[in-house]
């Protein structure tokens, strides 16, 4: 019998989500009344495919799934356990690591500590820095899918800064950069609480690249965090980007040519001033990031990985899944063929997947 993989997981980072059920296989997503963290499925203003399906928690146990994908340490440690019978438990696993580490940055230990369950890290710097134990491990990175309608245009000669929560959030995020930088840099800030630092409010992330393209740059306080999606976009769309050269952006722009980053914001902000004053410049810029993301962050080859991914874990052969041209639309599901329904061993799947 050829059909999709049925997939558990929950809401975690709605954009990620978005992107992830692009791979064609059905999703899962358990909600809870009031919608607490994890638990608010199809929500938000994405363009869900009919392929991802919200489930009342307590119903989670009675389905059949062939893998189970966690996000959170809540996910791992609490929520399986409260949802998912002992059987769904044992289903082959897969945990989604969003984050670098926090309490430390290079000897904290991770949540899972599990020869029989697949870490993947959405950067090779978020695997480098955690402590992965013996848990097998694999980076699939960042992969966007944007309408071809939208490109740059930088008429605004501002920068953006796209950050949820900045004030809450702190100096890991940038906050007192962003406060220093736009006393001298004409600067808005979008994004969940943004009015809180005198920013613009939040913008859907499907209305974000089109918002973002007429500023003239993308700037990119955060010290210390994963490579944000925001930033992926806006390179796909043609914006040049200014941040820090810091975690794993210091991989994905090249000084000169796609943008600028630096440890120190003195070296940034003539740059800054550079762009908003040669309209010119920053569209040479902007071009270069875009040929670069269409490379990196292809959604096609993001696609593939997963697919390659869920394939290795579950046993079961995937055909890889592309989306249609000049479309932000739902991919279709692919056509799959089992082939078992015991899976290979995670560490397995990581040696196999490490070695393609």
């Known amino acids: 019998m050829s059909r ?12 990620y989500l978005y992107y992830l059920v692009q791979t064609g296989h059905e999703f899962y997503l358990p909600v809870k009344p009031g919608a607490p963290t994890g638990y608010n499925g199809r929500a938000g203003a994405f363009p869900w495919p009919d392929t991802v399906y919200n489930v009342p928690a307590p119903e989670v146990r009675r389905l059949a799934f062939d893998c189970v ?16 019978s002992p059987a ?9 690591e969003h984050d670098p580490p926090r309490e430390h940055p290079t000897d904290t230990p991770h949540t899972v500590d599990d020869p029989n369950i697949l870490l993947v890290h959405v950067t090779p710097f978020n695997n480098l820095m955690w402590s992965n134990g013996r848990t097998p491990t694999c980076v699939i990175e960042h992969g966007v899918l944007l309408p071809p309608t939208v490109v740059y245009t930088g008429e605004l000669a501002r920068g953006l ?6 004030r809450t959030r702190g100096r890991r995020l940038g906050a007192d950069i962003f406060e220093q930088v736009r006393q001298q840099v004409p600067l808005d800030l979008v994004g969940m609480g943004a009015k809180m630092m005198g920013g613009l ?14 500023y003239r740059f993308f ?15 806006a390179m796909t769309i043609g914006m040049p980007i200014i941040g820090f050269a810091t975690t794993e952006l210091a991989t994905v722009i090249e000084n000169g040519s796609s943008g600028y980053v630096h440890t120190d914001i003195r070296q940034l902000l003539p740059r800054m001033h550079a762009l908003l004053d040669d309209p010119a410049e920053a569209r040479r810029l902007g071009e270069n990031a875009r040929q670069y993301a269409q490379t990196r ?11 390659r991914t869920f394939a290795l874990v579950t046993g079961q052969g995937i055909p890889v899944t592309t989306p249609r041209e000049a479309s932000i639309s739902a991919v279709r599901p692919a056509s799959l063929q089992r082939r078992s329904s015991s899976g290979v061993s995670a560490r397995e ?5 490490n070695s393609l």
């Open 161 to 166: 800064v796209v950050v949820n929560n900045l």
């Open 219 to 233: 700037f990119h306080p955060i010290r210390y965090t994963s490579l944000g999606l925001a930033v992926c976009e």
């Open 297 to 307: 962050f292809n959604i096609s080859r993001f696609i593939q990985d997963w697919n």
């Open 69 to 84: 994908l966690f996000q959170s340490s809540k996910n791992y440690l609490q929520d399986q356990y409260e949802i998912l």
């Open 349 to 353: 799947a990581g040696t196999r997947y």
């Open 88 to 96: 769904q438990q044992r289903l082959p696993r897969i945990y989604l």
């Open 4 to 15: 999709p993989l049925r997939i558990l997981t929950w809401h975690i980072h709605g954009s």
């Open 201 to 214: 409010g939040e913008v859907s992330p499907p209305e974000l690249p089109a918002f973002a393209s007429r």
